[in-house]
């Protein structure tokens, strides 16, 4: 069955980076985008982007841009998502999901588990 | 950016009733609104997508309804799993926002 299998928890202090991954199995991973959704603590959800997993081109919703990077590595099947100078308000669950199509509609499925980053000196 | 709101925020109910949760976008969306379920801890679950397609393998209690800026998601008869929260989202332009929850609580 397709799944999506982030890797676990991190604690890291202002300033530092993170790479959060999110490996893939059960299907091309290809012929789907990839997509991120950052939630803080108690809060909604906020799209942050996606990445075509053909050709690798990244799109960032704005507020995303300059601090995260979205990259693949398709030998691998997995997208990842980096963070560079964390912030106490970066402090989230991000969950990788990937986007289906039906027609001129799509949606998320399925997500990946979430990671937990907590920014915190 | 498409705003989407929810209403009501929370909703207090029993187990067997029907309730209805409504999705109001700022602007017309057709029919690209889809719907998740998230559990305390865990990622969110797609229901409904394109207003009204029941996603495979989601119980049949679970339809949408809707077009344009305003649309509905109905329990027809809650279930005790069905007590959680529940997200809109617009697929129709990019940033593909999501409105802000509904709470389901036991009444």
């Known amino acids: 069955q397709v799944q999506l299998v982030q890797s676990g928890s991190e604690l890291k202090k202002p300033g530092a980076s993170v790479k959060v991954s999110c490996t893939t199995s059960?299907?091309?991973?290809?012929?789907?985008?990839m997509n991120w959704v950052r939630q803080a603590p108690g809060q909604g959800l906020e799209w942050m982007g996606w990445?075509?997993?053909?050709?690798?081109?990244?799109t960032y919703a704005q507020g995303f841009t300059g601090q995260f990077v979205f990259s693949l590595d398709t030998s691998v099947s997995t997208a990842y998502l980096q963070i560079s100078s964390l912030k106490a308000e970066d402090t989230a669950v991000y969950y990788c999901?990937?986007?289906?199509?039906?027609?001129?509609?799509?949606?998320?499925?399925?997500w990946g588990q979430g990671t937990l980053v907590t920014v915190s000196s | 950016d498409i705003q989407m709101t929810q209403s009501p925020s929370s909703l207090s109910a029993s187990v067997g009733d029907r309730v209805t949760i409504t999705c109001r976008a700022s602007?017309?969306?057709?029919?690209?609104l889809n719907w998740y379920q998230q559990k305390p801890g865990k990622a969110p679950k797609i229901l409904i997508y394109?207003?009204?397609s029941l996603q495979s393998g989601v119980p049949s209690r679970f339809s949408g309804s809707g077009s344009g800026t305003d649309f509905t998601l109905t329990i027809s008869s809650l279930q005790p799993e069905d007590f959680t929260t529940y997200f809109c989202?617009?697929?129709?332009?990019?940033?593909?926002?999501f409105g802000q929850g509904t709470k389901l609580e036991i009444k």
């Open positions: 999901a990937r986007s289906v199509s039906s027609g001129h509609y799509f949606r998320f499925d399925p």
């Open positions: 059960g299907y091309t991973f290809s012929n789907y985008a």
């Open positions: 990445i075509n997993t053909d050709t690798g081109n990244p």
């Open positions: 602007q017309s969306i057709s029919s690209y």
């Open positions: 394109a207003a009204s």
């Open positions: 989202q617009q697929s129709y332009t990019s940033p593909y926002t």
